[in-house]
């Protein structure tokens, strides 16, 4: 099973009010494990960056004028994350940004049925205890100390450990490997023979009894000798 962890960040809380995405990263997982393949993609958002938003990523206008707007990155997007289920923390945030972006070039949305929201999850597993991806990661004992400021890419990463913990741990099954499927129309395999193959004698031969019976004489009271003596 293929689903795609995804996390962006953006230049405020309300694309309603013209906030944009600046950044995209995300991460592939198979049977909920990272395969190493991975999407990141810094976005021009074509307006300025609010203060309080740059002191959350840390990006800046000049720097993200260097790199390509969305209508210039969504094929590639849309081509990595393809038809699987998204993985998002605070899934509602991410969707209403990728959404927007999307109906300004008039693309279809994704659904929000595509998307498995982590917070969610948390809340279900953890009543009433903090949800956040930082509060997840000290739960779950994740290394966050790379996360100095929010980066699409690296909470992506962090984001599919803490997945696999809510999930209930790297071993999701009792299955060491996923099982092939195998094709309805295949037949079934004909038992297979064992091969026969004569008994095997357990009896001592004559020239076996004799050797026992050497040894035998050669230990002082041995117990054999004395129960010949008792027959």
Known sequence: MREVVLDTETTGLEPEKGHRIV??????????????????QY?????DMPAEAARVHGL????L??????????DDFLAFIGEDPLVIHNAAFDLAFLNAELARLGRPPIPPARAIDTLELARARF???????????????????A???HG??????????VYLHLLGGRQTSLALEPLAATPAATPAAAPRRRAVRPPRPHAPTPEECAAHARFIATIPGALWLEEEAGD
């Open 65 to 74: 004028a260097r790199h390509p707007i969305f209508a210039e990155i969504v």
């Open 60 to 63: 800046t206008s000049e720097f």
């Open 147 to 149: 996360r100095t400021l």
């Open 152 to 161: 699409a890419l690296l909470d992506s990463q962090l984001l599919a450990e």
């Open 23 to 40: 950044e995209i990263g995300a991460v592939e997982l198979w049977n909920h494990v990272p395969t190493g393949r991975t999407y990141h």
């Open 127 to 145: 009543p009433g205890q903090p949800a956040s991806l930082d509060a997840l990661c000290r739960r779950f004992g994740i290394d966050a100390s």
């Open 43 to 47: 976005i021009n958002p074509e307006r």
